[in-house]
């Protein structure tokens, strides 16, 4: 009997874990940071739900902290199993996850130093862990090429495919020998979409008799690129008008290059007015690095751009910001610029310092490019809410908000109802579970594939298991 524990992304987007119980022993799947109201998120970081002797092995789906963000908790508390990731995902979390204990220790240090001056009534801050952390985790990842078999425990192996979403994001299949009765478990960690810039489309891995499917935008479909263009002109435009700033709170790892990219071709399109574009992230160069290291990842338009030129992402007017100090004298400075910044959900690091500068300001703008989750800054602001706090201090919102949904690199519902239709057309599909959406999207989702005459589909509460 094979069951799955569902303890995190479960009716909910951060934070994804699924334990899956094998005759032969434990398999975790992504070990991701949850994000939410911030006593809440350091309560769950701090406290895992998997207590790490459960554990017998760790595949992961891809670099993004929500997956991969709670690794070095496992590792603090005693796992020293292997990590088995995709080679690009590896490489990319030895710079993310390094960069997430930088930041957990200078927001720590931050909020801690505001506590004794007394301007803040926020809890003191702990980092969750350190470089040292980090640095056990990456000794235990091995990363794994696509398409090629792994085992990962006596009567367990696991394989790749493409996801389409980030890159090194992989579709991971795991076939478990169940007392002789051999099943794939199909879990999309985050599904991409086709026909985006940079990677390559999703895969569609055969045999499949259980689908572990997200559901992030279950209920609803995007627009189309062409549109993001031209909201994107008119963004840069409107802040040239204005003489002001314009803050996009994103992902350090593609969207930030995905964005790049898209302005990189809208400079060359002779579209882009001259504009400063600040991409402040120390992580924005390494995972460009990254992105350099594995071109085998990319989609053919991005690998015949990359032999004619080293630099894809550049632009004329494009400054990579690295210290501290840089990022405080951009906020010194007046418009017109545009801020990409890290953290995606506002929650922590530099992008929380830049719309607190912008906050008050009704020339300012926050453009939105990315799913906000539950309770966390980046969503009260999708809210369009008149005040919020912001690390502990309460402010009124002047600034504009735009929110341009194009940019995901999630699958839609008709993405993500297509993709279960092809899986079933491809094996003897008997069940689907969905994860990581919140209930009003997953509930969408189930209702559409309940039309479509999927066998069983799921939607399990967090904690709760389920057998196949
Ligand atoms: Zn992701």
């Known amino acids: 009997m094979i069951e799955v524990e569902f303890l995190g992304a479960a009716q909910g987007v951060t934070g994804s874990m699924h334990l899956v119980h094998t005759p032969r022993g434990n398999v975790l799947l992504d070990c991701g940071l949850f994000q939410g109201r911030r006593k809440e998120s350091v ?47 590896r490489d990319l979390c030895s710079v993310m996850l390094e960069d997430a204990a930088a930041i ?61 979403h980030v890159l090194g994001s992989a579709l991971v299949a795991l076939d478990i020998d169940d007392d002789g009765d051999l099943k794939r478990v199909l879990f999309t960690g985050d599904l991409g979409r086709h026909a985006m810039p940079i990677l390559k489309d999703p895969e569609v891995p055969p045999n499949a008799s259980v689908l572990i499917m997200e559901g992030t935008y279950g209920d609803r479909l995007h627009p189309p690129r062409t549109r993001m263009e031209d909201d994107l002109v008119e963004v840069a435009e409107g802040a040239i008008a204005r003489r002001s700033k314009v803050v996009i709170p994103t992902f350090a790892l593609e969207r930030a290059q995905e964005l790049l990219y898209t302005l ?31 071109p085998d990842c990319y989609d053919d338009e991005t690998r015949k751009l990359l032999a004619a030129d080293a630099s894809p992402f550049d632009f004329p007017g494009l400054r990579y ?11 010194a400075r007046g418009g017109p610029c545009i801020i990409l910044a890290a953290s995606g959900m506002c929650e922590f690091g530099r992008v929380v310092h830049h719309l607190k500068a912008i906050i008050e300001d009704p ?29 502990g201090v309460e402010w009124h919102r002047a600034c504009r908000i735009r929110v341009l949904e194009g940019f995901s690199a999630h699958a ?17 599909l008997r069940h689907v579970v969905l994860v990581h959406g919140e209930s009003p999207q997953l509930a969408a989702l189930a209702k559409k594939l309940d039309e479509r005459d999927f066998p069983s589909v799921n939607v399990p509460a967090e904690g709760e298991r389920l057998r196949f």
Not at 363 to 370: C, Y
Not at 421 to 427: F, L, P, Q
């Open 363 to 391: 020339d300012s703008e926050v453009v939105i490019v990315g799913f906000m989750a539950q309770h966390t800054l980046g969503r009260r602001l999708v809210e369009r809410r008149a005040r919020v706090r912001i690390l």
């Open 43 to 89: 309560e769950r970081n701090k406290n895992l739900r998997v207590n790490p002797n459960d554990v017998d092995a760790v595949v992961l789906s891809h670099a993004h902290i929500d997956h991969s963000g709670a690794l070095p908790v496992l590792y603090k508390r005693g796992y020293r199993g292997v990590i088995f990731a995709t080679d690009a995902t």
């Open 412 to 428: 839609d519902q008709n993405d993500l109802v297509s993709f279960a239709e092809r899986v079933r057309e491809h094996g003897p």
């Open 104 to 164: 957990q220790m200078h927001d720590a240090e931050w909020i801690n130093a505001k506590i004794a001056r007394g301007t803040t009534n926020m809890d003191p801050v702990e980092p969750l862990y350190d470089q040292r952390d980090v640095e056990g985790v990456m000794s235990l990842m091995r990363g794994i090429p696509y398409r090629r078999t792994q085992q990962v425990l006596e009567g367990v192996t696991v394989t790749f495919y493409d996801a389409g």
């Open 321 to 331: 910001v690295q210290s501290v100090r840089e990022s405080m004298e951009i906020d």
């Open 264 to 294: 990189r071709r809208l400079h060359d399109a002779g579209r882009l007015p001259e504009i400063p574009v600040y991409l402040d992230t120390p992580l924005g160069l390494k995972v460009t690095d990254v992105f350099r290291r594995h």
